[in-house]
């Protein structure tokens, strides 16, 4: 499982999860081409530490080690406005 922590400007936590990464290398690899989309994009769920709803977010496959903390607050914010 893919997993990251960022904060946004009103101090809530967010935890980004990338549900179908996990298990040995094989299984993750073909369960994230499985779940791509045609940009290359998959689905990230960012859960608040509390006051905010959840947002699923669609990301660069390689979010987890590419995007910066403020990438991934901007994604958030986006997603909010969905």
């Given at each position: 499982?893919?997993?990251?922590?960022?904060?946004?400007?009103?101090q809530t936590g967010w935890t980004l999860v990338q549900a179908l990464s996990g298990g040995d290398a094989g299984t993750a690899e073909a369960a994230?081409?499985?779940?791509?989309?045609?940009?290359?994009?998959?689905?990230?769920?960012?859960?608040?530490?509390?006051?905010?709803?959840?947002?699923?977010?669609?990301?660069?496959?390689?979010?987890?080690?590419?995007?910066?903390?403020?990438?991934?607050?901007?994604?958030?914010?986006?997603?909010?406005?969905?």
């Amino acid at each position: 499982m893919k997993q990251r922590e960022v904060q946004d400007r009103e101090q809530t936590g967010w935890t980004l999860v990338q549900a179908l990464s996990g298990g040995d290398a094989g299984t993750a690899e073909a369960a994230e081409q499985r779940v791509q989309d045609d940009a290359g994009r998959v689905p990230v769920v960012a859960t608040p530490s509390g006051g905010q709803t959840s947002r699923r977010l669609h990301l660069p496959a390689d979010w987890h080690e590419a995007m910066s903390d403020d990438q991934l607050r901007a994604a958030i914010d986006e997603a909010s406005q969905d």
